[in-house]
């Protein structure tokens, strides 16, 4: 690992997300919200810091397959500490764990709050709280990758360990040019749902951060009854619909704007998306109608659509409180936040691919069971598997099995109940949002220990970067492989020699 | 400019990773998957599994994007198909890499017109041209040629009996006279410098100059290097690199002997060959060699199949007092080993070639022409804007950027190497050479708003 190239390029993304930090100060000023000056001095401290990074330690040009993900994890762990520092100087969370919480959340767009009232925050930190979601959603190195040339080399590997899924598409040889694509698809469909949801009623403000919110799948909104607070079928059904396309991959939108739509169809793991929609939909709301939830079959169905796409693309979204909802519900809306989004799109989860090719390999387990002599092989759509992608997908499973346990273990250790901690620690790792009981729906995480709130920012990171790019970190391998950084002051001959010419 | 690759061996590796460095779009096309998605990862190329042969694959890889398309397989045939079929999809560019003989030769029936590929190159002949440039200019470890030979870029180290050594550049201007070249790089224990006036030369350099051809023998006497013609040449190793070699040796007059270990094959080259003596022995065995004068040999050409044996013999021929060796290696990843092993030259027919290719694509192009020896220092071609800052201002006027240096000019299909006073003219081609560090200040010297 080039630790140096590693810090210095930590140091370009802290630089970029200053400068992010100032598109709030707009919002202050307009709301009058007195926040601008805060939000000046946040993206200084983190353009003074960035500065810093990259004036100590020299860029050695080169970033080597591992580094990609020290790179990933590092830069996301210091985003998410500079994007708290607006939360803690706005003076309405409690504590800095709280910030960090909030903060984490909103990168690894799982949308999970600690404030009983959203309202209270000013415009203006509303506003960065959406665009924190935003900037996770494709994710904020993909966006490096596409609007600066400095990543060029070794884009590959910070592309990889950032993106979700277990093969990357890639739209054109160049990784920035890929990453340039997804990024323009990203932004088309954000301004078209702000566009849809203006012409529903609702403010720019709103629009705008509940449009950054659902392309992202994270689920911050402005106000502390999330969308049900619009009560408008229509803003539901736009945000349904763009929930669901953000759910998939966006390579997919890429070709489907370019006219294929017939790719949608021809993606095995699009239809497996959209069949168990439709199913968990039907189940959802024939339970309901037999509880006798909601007074008329049309609210079931528009309440189950909602809240089933809401979980199933990892939003997190609530137009009502499902932890009122008879049990089969509970579990089934549990086990959807388990398999989560498409692989490539801004969903969080175990991602429709890995679980569908789960399925595929038991198959072919039990084909083989009767016909021991029979030659398989595990196809998606017309290509076949390769094996090293199914090992992969079996070496994650059991990886988010241990991960679940661990946290749910620790969670619970520090005095959590059962349901609260274990879906807690499902909602996060899963970067979904809301979880059963306690953080519920209608409820949130502030009454939470620091500790599980710090374990439980873990959770997300691990799930938004989809566990082996943090894991590796905790491999005593990895850090062997580190090598001492190079400091500007201690040049070698080379720049010496450069210098006395000068 | 979009680059179609078939064929992930040494040269098609090469070429990626050269072209995609330089931010061209790259698809690699190839059977082994294990390898592509190897390459992937280290590149940032985008790779297609399937036969460059299939129209199937091509057209997964995009090829009716594509502007350029380079097939280099192991297979002659394959190439062929391939660069027939890129022919359908009207790629502007193709080129094949063949080995037989069958489509080499301008005579034959199937040659680059009627097979409408753009360029054949095979490693074999590459190597040989190679080697008989080295040869010609007898002490230089690397030979470049620009505007069709004109003008070349010669790299010499420095010896402790060469003159120059420990003057600056200063002083050298001073005593070069009217002759015209000039030092474009100092490679110093491997990291490059673009030299300015005041750097020195020193022992063991490496240096770089660019000099016109006719003025060669000039520069390498001051110098002190000797630039008359090899007197005898040894090559071990008789097979197609060696003969070939051979062949163009003899036919300008130089005293060749040619050593191979099979009988058979040296009655079949000793046939085949005019001048050349032929002779039957294992290139290892020092005491025939010696008695064959191996100690007054000018130039070791060490070209047989084994990488071990030809290692092996030039070390050997240089501890018998040869004077420069040549020696063909294989695997491209031992080459910086050989220098501090005392071998003056190592080349890699698949690195040659793929060289090669990239000059051929490169021609009147605007874009980087070749890296220094294993060194962070580069060469690119560039126009001169219309601009009024360049207009007439003489180059040390211009305040060039640090770390790059213009080598020569070419106008008017006109080449000439440039002093400070040397104005330049919009629509000039510049070759300018530079540190990896430099090309952002000389593309925003050169950017015009």
Same mark, same amino acid.
């Given at each position: 690992m080039r630790t140096g190239e590693v810090l210095n390029i930590l140091g370009k993304l802290l630089i970029l997300l200053s400068l992010f930090l100032l598109t709030p100060i707009p919002f202050s000023l307009y709301y009058q919200d007195g926040m601008a000056v805060t939000f000046l001095f946040c993206s200084l401290c983190g353009a003074i810091l960035g500065g810093l990074l990259v004036a100590i330690f020299v860029s050695e040009k080169e970033l080597g397959y591992r580094d990609g993900f020290a790179v990933v994890v590092f830069s996301w762990l210091a985003l998410a500490l500079l994007g708290a520092m607006p939360f803690y100087l706005s003076g309405q969370m409690p504590s800095f764990a709280d910030c960090f919480f909030e903060s984490m959340s909103g990168f690894t767009t799982t949308g999970s709050t600690i404030l009983s009232q959203v309202e209270v925050l000013p415009k203006s930190v509303l506003f960065w709280r959406a665009l924190t979601h935003w900037l996770g959603g494709m994710g904020i190195i993909v966006l490096t990758l596409a609007i600066l040339p400095l990543l060029g080399v070794g884009g590959m590997q910070l592309f990889q360990a950032e993106m979700p899924g277990p093969t990357k598409d890639r739209l054109a040889p160049r990784i920035q040019d890929t990453a340039r694509i997804l990024w323009s698809v990203y932004v088309l469909f954000t301004l078209l749902e702000?566009?849809?949801?203006?012409?529903?009623?609702?403010?720019? #403000?709103?629009?705008?951060?509940?449009?950054?919110?659902?392309?992202?799948?994270?689920?911050?909104?402005?106000?502390?009854?999330?969308?049900?607070?619009?009560?408008?079928?229509?803003?539901?059904?736009?945000?349904?619909?763009?929930? #669901? &396309?953000?759910?998939?991959?966006?390579?997919?939108?890429?070709?489907?704007?370019?006219?294929?739509?017939?790719?949608?169809?021809?993606?095995?793991?699009?239809?497996?998306? &959209?069949?168990?929609?439709?199913?968990?939909?039907?189940?959802?709301?024939?339970?309901?109608?037999?509880?006798?939830?909601?007074?008329?079959?049309?609210?079931?169905?528009?309440?189950?659509?909602?809240? $089933?796409?809401?979980?199933? +693309?990892?939003?997190?979204?609530?137009?009502?409180?499902?932890?009122?909802?008879? !049990?089969?519900?509970?579990?089934?809306?549990?086990?959807?936040?388990?398999?989560?989004?498409?692989?490539?799109?801004?969903?969080?989860?175990?991602?429709?691919?890995?679980?569908?090719?789960?399925?595929?390999?038991?198959?072919?387990?039990?084909?083989?069971?009767?016909? !021991?002599?029979?030659?398989?092989?595990?196809?998606?759509?017309?290509?076949?598997? !390769?094996?090293?992608?199914?090992?992969?997908?079996?070496g994650? #499973?059991? =990886?988010?099995?241990?991960?679940?346990?661990?946290? +749910?273990?620790?969670?619970?250790? =520090?005095? $959590?109940?059962?349901?609260?901690?274990?879906?807690?620690?499902?909602?996060?790792?899963?970067?979904?949002?809301?979880? =059963?009981?306690? $953080?519920? !729906?209608?409820?949130?995480?502030?009454?939470?220990?620091?500790?599980?709130? $710090?374990?439980?920012?873990?959770c997300m990171l691990a799930g938004r970067l989809e566990l082996y790019t943090v894991a590796v970190l905790f491999t005593s391998d990895y850090w062997r492989m580190a090598r001492k950084p190079k400091l500007r002051w201690q040049g070698d001959k080379f720049s010496a020699v450069r210098e006395n010419k000068e | 400019m979009r680059i179609m690759i078939v064929g992930a061996g040494q040269v098609g590796y090469h070429l990626s990773k050269k072209f995609s460095m330089e931010g061209q779009e790259v698809v690699l096309v190839d059977r082994d998957e294990s390898k592509l998605r190897r390459l992937e990862r280290e590149l940032n190329i985008m790779t297609v599994h399937g036969s460059g042969a299939s129209a199937?694959?091509?057209?997964?890889?995009?090829?009716?994007?594509?502007?350029?398309?380079?097939?280099?397989?192991?297979?002659?045939?394959?190439?062929?198909?391939?660069?027939?079929?890129?022919?359908?999809?009207?790629? %502007?560019?193709?080129?094949?890499?063949?080995?037989s003989d069958d489509f080499l030769s301008p005579g034959s029936p199937l040659n680059e017109q009627a097979l409408g590929v753009d360029l054949l190159i095979s490693p074999d002949r590459a190597m040989t041209d190679e080697i008989i440039q080295l040869s010609n200019v007898s002490e230089a470890f690397d030979v470049v040629e620009f505007a069709d030979g004109h003008v070349l870029l010669l790299g010499y180290v420095v010896q402790p009996n060469n003159p120059c050594a420990g003057l600056s550049l200063k002083q050298l201007k001073k005593l070069r006279? @009217?002759?015209?070249?000039?030092?474009?790089?100092?490679?110093?224990?491997?990291?490059?410098?673009?030299?300015?006036?005041?750097?020195?030369?020193?022992?063991? /350099?490496?240096?770089?100059?660019?000099?016109?051809?006719?003025?060669?023998?000039?520069?390498?006497?001051?110098?002190?290097? @000797?630039?008359?013609?090899?007197?005898?040449?040894?090559?071990?190793?008789?097979?197609?690199?060696?003969?070939?070699?051979?062949?163009?040796?003899?036919? %300008?007059?130089?005293?060749?002997?040619?050593?191979?270990?099979?009988?058979?094959?040296?009655?079949?080259?000793?046939?085949?060959?005019?001048?050349?003596?032929?002779?039957?022995?294992?290139?290892?065995?020092?005491?025939?060699?010696?008695?064959?004068?191996?100690?007054?040999?000018?130039?070791?050409? @060490?070209?047989?199949?084994?990488?071990?044996?030809?290692?092996? @013999?030039?070390?050997?021929?240089?501890?018998?007092?040869?004077?420069?060796?040549?020696?063909?290696?294989?695997?491209?990843?031992?080459?910086?080993?050989?220098?501090?092993?005392?071998?003056?030259?190592?080349?890699?027919?698949?690195?040659?070639?793929?060289?090669?290719?990239?000059?051929?694509?490169?021609?009147?192009?605007?874009?980087?022409?070749?890296?220094?020896?294993?060194? /962070?220092?580069?060469?690119?071609?560039?126009?001169?804007? /219309?601009?009024?800052?360049?207009?007439d201002a003489p180059l040390k006027a211009l305040a060039f950027p640090h770390g790059a240096i213009v080598g020569a000019i070419v106008r008017d299909s006109q080449v000439f190497i440039p002093s400070g006073e040397t104005t330049l003219q919009p629509g000039d081609n510049l070759i300018i050479f530079f540190t990896k560090d430099a090309i952002h200040h000389v593309e925003s010297f050169f950017a015009v708003d």
């Open positions: 702000i566009l849809l949801l203006l012409l529903g009623g609702m403010d720019f #403000f709103d629009a705008t951060c509940h449009s950054f919110a659902t392309l992202a799948t994270g689920g911050f909104s402005t106000h502390t009854a999330s969308v049900a607070h619009f009560d408008s079928l229509y803003i539901e059904a736009v945000i349904i619909v763009f929930m #669901f &396309l953000a759910g998939v991959n966006f390579s997919l939108h890429y070709h489907g704007l370019r006219g294929r739509l017939s790719s949608y169809w021809q993606s095995e793991e699009f239809r497996f998306y &959209l069949a168990l929609i439709v199913m968990a939909v039907l189940i959802v709301t024939a339970a309901n109608f037999f509880a006798r939830t909601y007074d008329s079959t049309g609210e079931n169905l528009r309440t189950a659509s909602f809240q $089933v796409v809401s979980i199933i +693309t990892t939003t997190g979204f609530g137009t009502a409180d499902f932890d009122q909802w008879p !049990p089969i519900c509970k579990i089934l809306l549990v086990s959807l936040m388990f398999i989560g989004g498409c692989a490539g799109s801004t969903g969080g989860g175990i991602k429709q691919v890995r679980v569908l090719l789960f399925f595929k390999y038991a198959r072919l387990q039990l084909r083989h069971l009767v016909h !021991p002599q029979a030659v398989g092989a595990i196809k998606l759509g017309k290509v076949k598997v !390769p094996k090293e992608v199914l090992i992969s997908i079996l994650f #499973f059991g =990886l988010y099995i241990a991960v679940i346990l661990l946290a +749910t273990l620790v969670v619970t250790g =520090l005095g $959590v109940d059962i349901v609260t901690g274990g879906t807690a620690v499902i909602a996060t790792l899963n970067n979904i949002g809301p979880g =059963l009981h306690l $953080v519920g !729906p209608v409820q949130h995480y502030g009454h939470l220990p620091a500790t599980v709130k $710090v374990a439980l920012s873990f | 199937r694959t091509l057209e997964e890889a995009g090829i009716d994007k594509s502007d350029l398309f380079i097939a280099v397989t192991d297979s002659d045939e394959v190439n062929l198909v391939a660069c027939i079929l890129s022919r359908q999809y009207q790629v %502007k560019k193709r080129i094949a890499r063949v080995r006279g @009217s002759y015209r070249f000039l030092v474009v790089a100092i490679i110093r224990q491997g990291t490059p410098i673009i030299p300015r006036g005041d750097d020195r030369i020193e022992v063991h /350099d490496k240096i770089y100059l660019m000099v016109r051809r006719e003025d060669i023998p000039a520069v390498e006497e001051l110098f002190n290097l @000797s630039s008359r013609k090899p007197d005898l040449v040894f090559i071990i190793g008789g097979g197609n690199i060696g003969y070939m070699v051979a062949r163009r040796l003899e036919e %300008k007059g130089i005293d060749v002997r040619l050593v191979e270990e099979d009988p058979d094959h040296c009655e079949i080259l000793a046939k085949q060959l005019e001048h050349t003596l032929v002779l039957n022995f294992d290139g290892l065995e020092s005491n025939v060699l010696l008695e064959e004068g191996i100690d007054r040999a000018d130039l070791v050409i @060490s070209v047989t199949d084994s990488d071990t044996t030809n290692i092996l @013999s030039s070390l050997l021929a240089k501890h018998h007092g040869a004077k420069k060796c040549i020696t063909k290696i294989t695997r491209p990843d031992f080459i910086p080993l050989l220098g501090k092993l005392g071998i003056d030259v190592a080349l890699s027919p698949r690195q040659v070639a793929a060289d090669m290719i990239l000059r051929f694509v490169r021609r009147g192009a605007i874009v980087s022409v070749a890296t220094l020896l294993a060194s /962070d220092a580069e060469v690119i071609e560039l126009k001169v804007p /219309d601009h009024q800052r360049f207009r």
